[in-house]
Nanobody
Framework: LVQLTESGGGSVQPGGSLRLSCVVTASTRKDFCVGWIRQAPGNEREGIGGVDRDGRTYEADAVKGRFTLSKDSAERTLYLQMTNLKPEDTAMYYC??????????????????WGQGTLVTVTS
């Protein structure tokens, strides 16, 4: 069982920054990978990035250059630093977990479950 607890969401003006955190608590010996997804109202869930089985982080093309994933293994925490936020970044952001061997056609992790989410609103 893997529990994911997100925090750090809020309301910010365009061009602003936020850092989301996800505390990962696991009671399984099975390998798993974690990352971030988001879902805006009326839209499908969208992968933002993840940490692969080798510990390397990646970000989706849609947010590359503005969003950065990082991890603190000792604290079992995954971070998402978001800069130059835009109104279209408004969404519920979820920390997600998946099998490290499950990769989509773009080489990105496929997510199986996610936390309760934290809301990010970008508005002037």
């Amino acid at each position: 069982l893997v529990q994911l607890t997100e925090s750090g969401g809020g309301s910010v003006q365009p061009g602003g920054s936020l850092r989301l955190s996800c505390v990962v608590t696991a009671s399984t010996r099975k390998d798993f990978c974690v990352g971030w997804i988001r879902q805006a109202p009326g839209n499908e869930r969208e992968g933002i990035g993840g940490v692969d089985r080798d510990g390397r982080t990646y970000e989706a093309d849609a947010v590359k250059g503005r969003f950065t994933l990082s991890k603190d293994s000792a604290e079992r925490t995954l971070y998402l630093q978001m800069t130059n936020l835009k109104p279209e970044d408004t969404a519920m952001y979820y920390c997600a977990v998946g099998d490290c061997k499950e990769i989509d056609g773009q080489g990105h992790l496929v997510w199986e479950a996610w936390g309760q989410g934290t809301l990010v609103t970008v508005t002037s």
